[in-house]
């Protein structure tokens, strides 16, 4: 397998990974409108962001997207995300927030 079927073969990977049921929690909000999240899978862990590109004379509003997905089973790699894959990402940490924001978990007492 050359590097770019093997880089073909986690770029679906990811993509099969989005489809599943992710745990995601907000790490951290800065300036630029960026917001950092992580998400949990049974075999992936991603680290996204989305920012803000005004500064760099964009519409205003405009947003960036990154991210990174890591395989956490063997073998075990890391892939840098599509934009399209970190906007994905991007849109699933924000539903998720917004879910636990109107539904908060029950605790026991």
């Not at 989005?18 to 998400?39: H, Q, V």
């Given at each position: 397998?050359?590097?770019?079927?093997?880089?073909?073969?986690?770029?679906?990977?990811?993509?099969?990974?989005?489809?599943?049921?992710?745990?995601?929690?907000?790490?951290?909000?800065?300036?630029?409108?960026?917001?950092?999240?992580?998400?949990?899978?049974?075999?992936?862990?991603?680290v996204i962001v989305s920012f803000g590109t005004e500064y760099r004379g964009l519409h205003p509003g405009s947003l960036g997207y990154d991210g990174t997905a890591t395989n956490t089973v063997a073998p075990i790699y890391v892939v840098r995300m599509t934009r399209e894959q970190a906007e994905r990402a991007v849109s699933l940490a924000e539903a998720a927030a917004r879910e636990s924001a109107t539904h908060p978990t029950k605790r026991e007492t």
């Open positions: 397998m050359t590097g770019r079927d093997e880089l073909e073969a986690a770029t679906r990977g990811v993509d099969a990974a989005l489809k599943e049921p992710i745990t995601w929690r907000a790490l951290a909000d800065s300036s630029n409108n960026a917001k950092f999240f992580e998400g949990v899978s049974s075999n992936w862990r991603f």
